[in-house]
């Protein structure tokens, strides 16, 4: 019984005592009781009702009126096929004429309905209609389909404008019956991409003649290519490109097989370009340097070449774009880059500069404050948001770029040829400014003099949370290893470093007491700012000289989030100092989330011990492929396994 009920309830008993003294108002507060009661039986929804019939029905078979009714319900829900079934039920029971000519018009009422499509589209106003082309992938061909559906829909979708800005022509989308939907929306796009792939070339770049592209700004050519392939796409490009070459302002062309495609030709098809992105197996261009229309004014630079260009053949170029913001280059060898730059291109705010062809998986990640499109935003105009140089020759060429780039510089990544002579003077413009947002720093191969002034450019970064230092070994580096003194100085101007979040160790070597000194100096800090900073995640990968007492310091820094160790020699790390690091790391390293340990000596006496943390923070445990088991690696498996219910236990 609902709270009504029991109102107009006690109401009525009130009336049967017999009290003479009811008021007006009281009166009619007691109508209103037994209306809103009566209301309330009088409501029901469409599947109570259905319910109720279908029960009457089943009671009383014979009945035509049952089936008439359910048959009507069920239409009005939508469910026409229902409603014929059971309107074909009633008309093999029923022989009373007259509700069998009533059921029989029933029965095709519903047939109608059956046969009659909605097109809801039609009926929809533009803000229902606007929201839902805002669920379609401009990248995918699902778009212009939905042209193809009905003239309705083309009317109504060919007027999301925005919709039609990006388009994707790719194996997914070329179609024969999409020809007509390209037709009506080409002169709408502003960016399109075109996928190549072996025998669609021709084909696909032929739709920059057949369709107008008048608005087009941006356009993108990707695809995998074979090298007996290489010569048409050239052809092609030349062939096809010039029907949209004026208006287009930014060009990406990834032909990493072509040897015969012209920058300079390029160039002068395409004159309002501000935006270039080229990777080729090699430019087909004089090595003394391009011709530029005088016109162009590039903003962004980025060309790739899998066989060495020289970069005399850039020269041009580089006069030619005093608005220059982001500049990539793969591959340009003979003169150093910085050195030919100059103080051209004065407003740079990104330089990313690679001596030898990487492929995409081989680059540096930066995350998504470091895309090349941010560079063009970046202010004051010749401030350096990032730099990323490999085989660097010196600092000096970037020092009157350094000196505007105090508030704006975020990272630096240097990789050094230390096959060439370097002087300490060569790095002193990195110490020489304050960098107040500088959060990234990554020195691969460092030459000697470089981390002799390192100690001096620390103190330099005010907000550097992120060190990577990393050595490629190779016959060239191994001649230019750091003596104690230098290594040492090193990791103490390191441990100074108290915003620092992560530190990352790639095959660097630990020898001497630096290493251990710059530990206990973060395990200080960490218990000083307790859960409010230190270090955070700390990677060592292959480290020589890495010793079970390094392993003891580790287990207190407090701060640890995440934790990685790759031993170098398992011969250094004994039994009994992973068994004292898992017993301080209970207590030291509360806010441990990620735990991986590989190339060292589990017992099941340290898994026991790890049994007995209580670390409500903890994600993952891992335990690399190089473990020694001492042949109870799946005793130790089930044991972890068994014991943590919501961490996942992984043992390669």
Known sequence: MTLLDEEAGNANRFELIGNKDITQQDNKSLKTIAKAKAQTILYKTLTQEIKETLQAKKDNPEDPRNYIHAGKLYSCQGKQQKAI???????????????????????????????R????????????????????????????????????????????VHLWKRIEISDGSWRQNLHQGLSDVSNLVEDLSIGLSKGTTRR????LKTYSFKNLKSLTIWGDYYPSGSQMLGETIRTYLPYVGNTLTKLILNASSSTDISLEWLLMMCPKLTYICLEVDKFA?????????????????????????PVSMLMPLFHCSPHLRYLGLQCFTDIDVLSV???????????RLYEKYRYSNEKISWNSRYQREIAEVVEPKGALRCLEIEYIQSAI???????????????????????????????QPFSSFTMNNLTCLNICNGCPTFYQHLPEILPCLLALENIRLQTAYSPTYRNQRLDDTTRDNVFEAIGKVTTLTTLNLDSFSLQGDGFEN?????????????DNGGLECLKINYSHGFKGSALRHIATIKSLKNLFIWDWGAQQIEVADVIDFVRLAKDGLPLLQRLFLDNMQMTVEAAE????????????????????????????????NRHFDNVAVEIE
């Open 85 to 115: 079934t059971i309107l074909r039920e009633g008309l093999g029971l029923i022989s009373d004429s007259q509700h069998y000519s009533m059921m029989q018009q029933e029965m095709d009422i519903v047939k109608i309905r059956l046969k």
């Open 117 to 160: 499509k909605i097109d809801f589209i039609a009926k929809c106003p533009f803000e229902i209609i606007h929201h839902i082309v805002n669920q379609l992938n401009p990248r995918q061909d699902t778009a212009l389909e939905c042209l193809t559906v009905s003239p309705i829909w083309h009317q109504k979708l060919i007027n999301q």
């Open 204 to 207: 696909r770049m032929m739709s």
């Open 285 to 309: 261009d004089n090595p003394q340097g391009v011709k530029v229309p005088e016109t162009m004014s590039l903003t962004t630079i980025e060309l790739s070449c899998k066989n060495p260009a």
């Open 341 to 351: 730059l100059g103080d051209l291109c004065p407003e740079l705010a990104e330089i």
């Open 397 to 427: 060429p970037l020092k009157f770029r350094l000196e505007k780039s105090c508030d704006t510089l975020q990272a630096i990544s240097l990789k050094m040829n230390c096959m060439n002579e370097h002087v300490i003077s060569d790095w």
């Open 518 to 530: 710059m530990l206990a100096m973060m395990e200080q800090t960490s218990h000083v700012k307790n």
């Open 609 to 640: 011990g790890i049994m007995d943390w209580n670390m409500e923070n903890l994600e993952t445990l891992r335990l690399g492929r190089r473990m020694e088991y001492f042949k109870n690696r799946n005793v130790i498996k089930k044991m972890l």
